[in-house]
């Protein structure tokens, strides 16, 4: 692990609300941008959002992985998720999930959508990831 993306909460910022930083601080380097990943495989089985969201990290994490990075080289997640209902289980999978992916305790700006549907009309979430690739 590196510094090279330190996550930041300046004074005077607001208090946050979950797993997530104000600002990532990130030093020259590589920049990649992630198109939107989806839970294509899984959006299928009847709409199981935390499938999902368990397959859209998953495809995330294979591609830092393959570009010789890991989550903690991101600098920022956009989120979008078909309805409102799936807030809470978002933030909750988020809760549970980031711990495990992030040195933390903090963790990247994400921001957080909520849109009326996604391409297919299965899927329930797209995350755009934004990473500074080591070295």
Do not use: C
């Not at 198109?35 to 591609?63: K, P, S, T, W, Y």
Request: hydrophobic fraction near 45%; glycine fraction near 8%.
């Amino acid at each position: 692990m590196t510094d090279e993306v330190v996550y930041y909460n300046p004074p005077g910022a607001r208090k946050l609300t979950s797993l997530y930083s104000h600002v990532a601080r990130v030093k020259a380097g590589e920049m990649i941008y992630i198109a939107g990943q989806i839970g294509a495989d899984r959006a299928a089985e009847g709409g199981d959002f935390e499938a999902q969201f368990n397959e859209v990290f998953e495809a995330v994490g294979l591609i830092l992985d393959n570009l010789g990075a890991d989550f903690n080289a991101v600098a920022k997640l956009t989120t979008y998720v078909v309805g409102a209902e799936h807030i809470v289980a978002f933030r909750d999978l988020r809760d549970v999930l980031f711990p495990t992916l992030f040195k933390g305790p903090l963790y990247p700006p994400n921001t957080l959508l909520v849109v009326e549907r996604l391409g297919n009309p299965e899927w329930l979430l797209e995350v755009e990831t934004v990473a500074r690739l080591p070295g």
